[in-house]
């Protein structure tokens, strides 16, 4: 089945309690030793449009990662728009796109390879257990091989990025699972790492692109039906401020399974939801939220935070075993551990729960060569070794973890959302490329292509058009709209972080053990309850003091109810999601529908 596309109207890591307490007291330092007066009558502040339109004649884009750069760096190169670029982190490579591990689709060009565009296509419709929208699908397996040409190896004022190749010199393709060919790029396995680095220092470098760190956005801000700019809060000062622009804003800050007790994502406020959040309260469409995918194989560590173990490690040969060194991963699915992420994902579910007493479920890769091992996984042998292990000597405790979001906010091929002037991109955006489950390495393509699609529209004469009526409705706001606010007291941030701490662990809890991996109608039920409640806590306590711990609490109880209400109203089991409201179960179904 291919689906049409549709629009369906309607990450913070436990930080420490006292990293905003610190950051207050810096803050006030800093202001008296400067013999600043902190305003305390907010409400005669206001902000004005005057002497500030050419500031506002620009391209906001939230988000640092893959999606966002490509958006801003052809905006500014090819249409020569101004673009300020907010990101959460001190540096732009504190975004979930630094931790993709295995690489990303490119093209083989090799006759002997069988690759194409429609072998591509066919794979991502496979994967996405046949709900993928095909004009999503076709766009990326199209374009893909031209816009990495054009952003990640071209350089000048782009990326270019020093992927691995083969001793002629020629680019090196490895395969990975589901992949009719090898096709993926790769960086040892660090290629997120070494394409963010280069894409962000390129977009730092451009002379029309400006760099705002330390920023969260909290709110979108709209006028007669057009985003005009987004409400935000700075990490470091604690202040809550607002950005304008006309030329549109793109939401790009990534997905939200951290969310989730157990996830692959790395600490920090990337994946809590936040893109998702700002859409869902500003009343834009989202899609497809229920199709959360997660990854098969993790680290399995007691009492550690869950460690990607990539999905090049089965592509190269790693062989899932039980306890007693028994392969499974054909007892669920033909293609073993090559089959799709969501039905690899239950079978090592299902496999782990057959032992009470000792881990049951591991990754075996040992029958390769220590040395091309240890070469083509560095930075996982890194981690291991912290840990006494090896991937040439010894069998991995593995256990599945959320890793990435299928659905998002609902957008068109242009990254265009139901609100006029807000645009979606990335793992924030629900194109319809994924379906139901997601293809090995499309990720940091679809960011590529998507991004760089958002940039084209804003360039285009409809964007034009867009930013005269953006300009328009800006000037209805002049003079009426709260500006720059003071941080809140310090008796009151200690509390708020406290309290937001031990409310995100509840989110986390309530997502994992609900609307995880295998659902029930029950379970969804309660944690709708659960989270209908805390999201109401959360508004309050984000209200009497915004702070780091309170945007990311309310953005993540935001996002989680409506990751539980999607569930709840799709009962039909398909890729990522899957209800079991009887004892057994089986993936035929899945088996069926990526064959």
């Known amino acids: 089945m291919i689906r049409t596309l549709a629009f369906n109207k309607p990450a913070l890591h436990r930080t420490s309690v006292h990293s905003s307490i610190l950051r207050y007291r810096s803050f006030v330092l800093k202001s008296s030793c400067n013999q600043c007066e902190l305003q305390t009558d907010v409400s005669r502040r206001t902000f004005s449009t005057r002497n500030a339109d050419a500031k506002n004649d620009r391209l906001l884009v939230v988000g ?5 750069s490509a958006a801003a760096l052809i905006a500014a190169e090819t249409y020569k728009i101004p673009v300020t670029l907010l990101f959460a982190g001190s540096i732009p490579q504190d975004c979930n796109s630094n ?8 093209r083989n060009y090799d006759p002997e390879s069988g690759d194409s565009a429609a072998s591509l296509a066919r794979d991502i419709h496979r994967a996405g257990a046949g709900l993928c929208i095909d004009q999503a699908v076709q766009k990326v397996s199209e374009e893909g091989p ?10 000048g004022p782009f990326a270019k990025v020093p992927f691995d190749r083969k001793p002629d010199g020629e680019l090196s393709l490895c395969l990975e699972a589901s992949h009719a060919a090898p096709r993926i790029l790769h960086y040892a396995d660090h290629t997120g790492m070494i394409i963010t680095k280069h894409i962000t220092q390129a977009a730092a470098s451009h002379p029309l692109i400006t760099m705002q760190p330390q920023t969260l ?8 039906d057009i985003c005009v700019g987004v409400k935000t809060f700075n990490r470091e000062s604690l202040e809550t401020d607002v950005e304008f622009a006309t030329r549109g804003t793109v939401l790009a800050s990534g997905g939200l399974a951290g969310i989730y007790q157990h996830s692959t994502n790395p600490a920090g406020f990337n994946a809590l939801g936040s893109s998702v959040a700002l859409a869902s309260r500003a009343g834009v469409a989202t899609n497809d939220l229920e199709y959360v995918q997660f990854h098969p194989t993790s680290l399995y560590i007691p009492n550690e935070a869950r460690f990607l173990l990539s999905e090049a490690m089965r592509g190269e040969g790693a062989i899932l075993r039980d306890a007693a060194g028994r392969a499974f991963a054909k007892d669920f699915h033909p293609d073993g551990e090559l089959a799709p992420r969501d039905i690899v994902a239950r079978g090592v579910f299902e496999e782990s729960k057959k032992s009470d007493s000792r881990h049951n479920v591991f990754l075996d890769i040992t029958h390769r060569d220590s040395d091309w091992l240890h070469a083509r996984f560095p930075s996982i042998q890194a981690h291991l070794s912290q840990h006494g292990l090896d991937l040439a000597k010894d069998q991995l405790p593995v256990i599945p973890a959320a890793h990435y979001t299928c659905g998002g906010i609902a957008s068109d091929m242009s990254g265009q959302t139901s609100l006029k002037g807000l645009f979606a991109a990335g793992e924030a955006a629900r194109t319809g490329l994924h379906g139901g489950n997601r293809l090995a390495s499309t990720s940091l393509l679809e960011g590529l292509v998507f991004g760089a699609s958002v940039a084209d529209f804003v360039g285009s004469e409809q964007g034009k058009e867009l930013h005269l009526q953006s300009e328009e409705s800006l000037q209805r706001l002049r003079g009426n709209y709260p500006g720059k606010m003071p941080a809140p007291e310090s008796v009151l941030v200690e509390k708020a ?11 986390r809890r309530v997502m994992w053990d609900s609307v995880g991996l295998v659902r029930t109608t029950a379970g969804l039920s309660a944690a709708l309850d659960s989270l209908a409640s805390i999201q109401e806590e959360a508004s309050e306590l984000h209200a009497s003091c915004p702070i780091e711990e309170t945007v990311g609490l309310r953005d993540a109880a935001c996002a989680g109810k409506a990751v539980a209400a999607a569930a709840m109203a799709n009962k039909q089991s398909a890729g990522a999601h899957f209800i079991n409201d009887s004892e057994e179960y089986s993936d035929d179904e899945d088996v069926i529908a990526a064959r």
């Open 497 to 507: 972080a406290k309290r937001a701490v031990q409310m995100l662990g509840e989110v």
């Open 64 to 68: 640092s990662g893959v999606a966002g």
């Open 99 to 106: 931790w993709a591990q295995g690489g990303i689709i490119y």
């Open 146 to 155: 031209s816009r990495v040409r054009e952003l990640l190896l071209t350089g």
């Open 217 to 224: 956005v909290t709110d979108i801000i709209s006028e007669d």
